[in-house]
T-cell receptor, first 114, second 109 residues
Framework: DVKVTQSSRYLVKRTGEKVFLECVQD?????MFWYRQDPGLGLRLIYF???????EKGDIPEGYSVSREKKERFSLILESASTNQTSMYLC?????????????FGNGTRLTVT | QKEVEQNSGPLSVPEGAIASLNCTYS??????FFWYRQYSGKSPELIMSIYSNGDKEDGRFTAQLNKASQYVSLLIRDSQPSDSATYLC?????????FGKGTMLLVSP
């Protein structure tokens, strides 16, 4: 089975802090994604990556950056956390672009910014 | 702008009934379609995928796709209280998935 592991289940950070959310997958997938999920807004794509050192903006990239130095690891970075970034963050992966490949999700990181 | 629309619910059905969940999408270039189930506080888990017009059955679940109408649905037969969750419709264009906001299903014993 595909395993996508997010390093933290819960995080509490202060406004202005730099925050790193880490995600590791063990299935040699090329594609990795970061979503956030908020009540009433659903899942929204922040950034994704097709390959090492590649990144693409999703629908809501403002206030975020990403890093993919190794194929199995995809990091989401909040340069200066703000309260409106309090959310559930979900990492996902999929194999190289095949139209029928679903996403496999990690367990999520619930981030609270105070 | 890619859009995926679902009724937010809740959809309430008695145990043993058929639950019908619906989804429409705006991008005619959409290639594949997925249904995820999400329990409260958990991450989404894949239930079914469908790529061609028609029906696809897997156990108690049937996915239906009509590309001309830009419509995809999920039927759950013999609904169980354990099916109570939020169901997310997801539509794939290129490599990215766009999700609907989900429909909450409540199955009462």
């Amino acid at each position: 089975d595909v395993k996508v592991t997010q390093s933290s289940r819960y995080l509490v950070k202060r406004t202005g802090e730099k925050v790193f959310l880490e995600c590791v997958q063990d299935m040699d997938h090329e594609n990795m994604f970061w979503y956030r999920q908020d009540p009433g807004l659903g899942l929204r794509l922040i950034y994704f990556s097709y390959d090492v050192k590649m990144k693409e903006k999703g629908d809501i990239p403002e206030g975020y950056s990403v890093s993919r130095e190794k194929k199995e690891r995809f990091s989401l970075i909040l340069e200066s956390a703000s309260t409106n970034q309090t959310s559930m963050y979900l990492c996902a992966s999929s194999p190289r672009d095949r139209y029928n490949s679903p996403l496999h999700f990690g367990n999520g990181t619930r981030l609270t910014v105070t | 702008q890619k859009e995926v629309e679902q009724n937010s619910g809740p959809l309430s059905v008695p145990e043993g009934a058929i639950a019908s969940l619906n989804c429409t999408y705006s991008d005619r270039g959409s290639q594949s379609f997925f249904w995820y189930r999400q329990y409260s506080g958990k991450s989404p888990e894949l239930i079914m995928s469908i790529y061609s017009n028609g029906d696809k059955e897997d156990g108690r679940f049937t996915a239906q796709l009509n590309k001309a109408s830009q419509y995809v649905s999920l039927l759950i037969r013999d609904s169980q209280p354990s099916d109570s969750a939020t169901y997310l419709c997801a539509v794939k264009v290129a490599s990215t998935l766009t999700f609907g906001k989900g429909t909450m299903l409540l199955v009462s014993p």
